[in-house]
Structure formats: structure tokens, C-alpha cells
């Protein structure tokens, strides 16, 4: 039966009609599930959305069985199982040397988008103004906007995406709530120094800017580099809120388990919109977790993803594409056509999807105006073969000469 055979209220089709919160790229759908759709009816490698094809370990998928079997299938407390998060309070000290309250400033949630969303939903008022440095992963804007804010963006630098502390500090105005920044960097692989943090940490001293740090790839930099969190910027860290998922780490991006670290105001702010909105999260996943990590026997994700990231640069070597910057963390390389076509980005995907059956992210759909530099996005989380399967295909394109 279709919603217009129903009795309903005028009221009920008032508020139908209302909540037409901005949702993104092409409305409901986001570029993501364009992009897989079309990997899926091109029998194309999808190379575009950012999630691993490959088996997650062993012993976590055990213990995930294991957790369901023993019984632990009820609602666990609404900040997130006792043991987790004391697992993460002390995999932050071992990691970044700083002390994490577990009951006060940890709540699990089901994933980072999550995560980023009730922050926001927590701090924002109607009118304030968000700055979002651009590209930038998809979820942002619209939670700026679904919260009544308006997203004032700025345009990291090519090729390095580097942050352009003028502008940033131009756009900051009197409504000025927050900025999100997100370390190691989708789509560009960027990863923020500790001079990136303390040039950010002037620039808002004498303001009440709140700091959203999404740091899901925290353990995905490359090279020997090591990623530094805002929690282990003293300053910062006061005014921030940390953003962080597992399904970064493990490779479980289907499981949808993350966690937020704020200071005990913010966090308190925080789960009084969890409480509402989930109360809990997965109770069997969250014990499978806190018993992984207290004994972790798989190899570090940055080990498995360098490896993958010096791969995939040696294939894409052998084909027309260009990259400006190999990708320093993340899992996802930026790689310029300008050698291959002078179509505008979006086309460009649909089209290398479609007749060379590799689909990727045109970047310009993570700019709010749509910024297009003749830039895709690869990702690179991906099997060997998958990744040479790619490189197959795409080394039947052709530079224009
Ligand atoms: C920068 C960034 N933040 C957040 C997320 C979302 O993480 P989760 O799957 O835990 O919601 C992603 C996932 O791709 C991401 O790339």
C-alpha cells in the first residue's frame, strides 16, 4: 500500500513534507552507493567506496561468535561496555602517552559518522558556523546542516592539501562554533604534524571554537611516520572532541563500532543525545573488541596497508594516471587524468567505470561548490589481485599525446 492510501492527518503530511533535511550528493543516495551501484551493474573492481574486500582475523571473527554463543546478546550500558572502554583508555596511553578517563570521557558509539554527528548535534545552535576544510568526507556538511549550522568552507592546498592558515583565519567569525579536522586525511592522505596543531591551537586561543578531530585512520601512516592525536595536544584537547572507529583498525567497517573522546562536559553532552538516539551499541561486537585488543596476535593495519599503498603505486606507475603526492596515510590515493581525458570528474568515474570497469571517487563531489581539479579517488584497502585486476584494466588507457 502506498503512503497516499493511508488515513493520515494533514498534520502527519505537514511533517512529511517539512523534513527535508540536505542529504548529500544526489539527495538520498551519496556518491558512494552511486559509484558501487555502477561497479556492480559494469561488473567493474570497485575501487571506489572505502572498505577492505579481504577477510578481517580470525581470532577477532572468533570472538565475535564466541561473545553471541556465551550469551552476551543484551543491551550493554549506554556509554559502552566497561571493559572496551578501559581497553581503549589504556591502548590510548600505550599509543599516545596521554591518561583517557574511561567513564567519563569514553562513549562507544556505532561508528564514527556517528560519532561526528551527535558532537555536532551536542555544540551546535541554530546559525552557528562550522569551518570544513575541503575535500572532505561526505558526512559533514549535511550534519552541519541537519543541525541547523552552516558550513563555511576552505580548500586545502594541492598537491600536499596543506592547510591554508590565512584563510582559516579569515573565516573565522563571531558565530564561529567549531572546525573539523580530520588527520590522516580522506581523500588526500595528508597527515597533520604537530606544527599543523599548534598553528590551529593560535589561531583559536582567543576564541571558543570547539575542535571536532576525526582521526579514524590514526593507525594508517606510512613511511615510519607516526600520527599525532589532539589528545596529545594539552591545549587542544580541552576544547576537542576525538573521533575515532574501529572498522579502521580491524577491517570491520560492516560492524560499525567507534568511540568519541571529549572531556567530561562535552562527553556528558554527547550522551544525552546517545541516550535517545541508539543507547547502546552492539553488545556481542563490543565484547569481541575488548577482548581482541587486550590480546592483538593479527599484524598492525599500517603494515598491511603499506604494503598495499607501495603496491598500488607500482601498478598505477605503469598506466597514464598521475600522482602528485603518494598518499602518507589513509587508505585511499588521489591520482590526476588530465594525461587521459578532458572530461569534468564526475564524468570521468562514470566513464572509466563503464568501459574499463574500474569505478573510483571524483573528487569534486567532496567540495561543497564542487571544486574540480580533474582528480579521482582510489582506494587502495583492497587484495592483491583485486588491486592487480585494476591494474590490468587500466593499463589499456591511453595517454592523449
Ligand atoms: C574521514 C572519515 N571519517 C569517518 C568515517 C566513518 O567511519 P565509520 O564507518 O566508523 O562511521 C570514514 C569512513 O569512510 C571516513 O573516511
New binding site residues.
Partial sequence: MSINNWKISKDVKDLLNVRKAPLGVGGVTSIFTIMSALAQQNNAINLSQ??PDFHIDEQLAHLLGEAAHKGHNQYSPMPGLPALRQAIAGDIKKRYGVDVDADNEITVT???????YTAFTAILQQGDEVIVLEP??D?YVPNIEMNGAKAVTIALQAPRFNPDWNKIKDAITSRTRAIIV?TP??PTGAVWSKKDWDQLAEIIRDTNIIVLS?E??EQIVFDGMKHYSVLQHPELRQRSFA?Y????VYNN?GW???YTIAPPAYTQAVRRIHQFLVFSVNTPAQYALALNMANDTAPPVHTIMQKKRDHFLSLIKQTPFTIYEPARG?YFQLAGYSNISNLPDTEFAQWLTKEYGVATIPVSVLYKNKKDDRLIRFCFAKKEETLNEAANRLRRLKAIS
Avoid at 556505532?110 to 561526528?116: D, E, L
Avoid at 572507529?245 to 579502521?248: D, E, L, P, W
Fill in positions: 572505502g572498505f556505532p561508528g564514527a559518522t556517528y560519532a561526528i572532505a568526507y558526512s580530520n586525511h580522506n576525526d579514524v585512520y573521533l572507529s574501529f572498522g579502521k567497517t560499525k563500532v567507534g589513509s
